[in-house]
């Protein structure tokens, strides 16, 4: 088993559209097994923090909210359950000076094989 993390990034940025805004993750849809790590970060953008709630939990530890800050990537252990699990992505981006929330409910899955 491969024993480095599968790293999740996700950027954030201002979309041409006010107030809205464009989320991108690399890889998009991952497929791990129990036991793999995964490793979600924040690449460099307008946020500095996401929380990342799943409907149900893919790790070990049971976690449902995973808090992502820039420059310190969150890891966890995929559990045993086998599915798909959807997460949601809400955080701040500061833009022209004022704080703004952002938040994408259509984030990609995480499916245990």
């Known amino acids: 088993m491969d024993d480095k993390p599968k790293v999740i990034a996700i950027r954030v940025e201002q979309s041409g559209v006010k107030d809205q805004f464009d989320f991108t993750y690399t890889p998009t849809t991952v497929h791990l097994s129990a036991g793999r790590r995964v490793s979600f970060g924040i690449e460099k953008g307008i946020v500095e923090s996401l929380l990342l709630v799943f409907d149900e939990s893919p790790f070990q530890s049971g ?51």
């Open 63 to 113: 976690e449902r909210d995973v808090e992502v800050t820039a420059g310190h990537p969150k890891a966890e252990t995929i559990g045993g359950a086998k599915g798909v699990f959807h997460y949601k992505a809400l955080g701040h981006a500061k833009v022209d000076g004022k704080s703004k929330l952002v938040y994408d409910i259509w984030c990609p899955s995480i499916i245990v094989d």
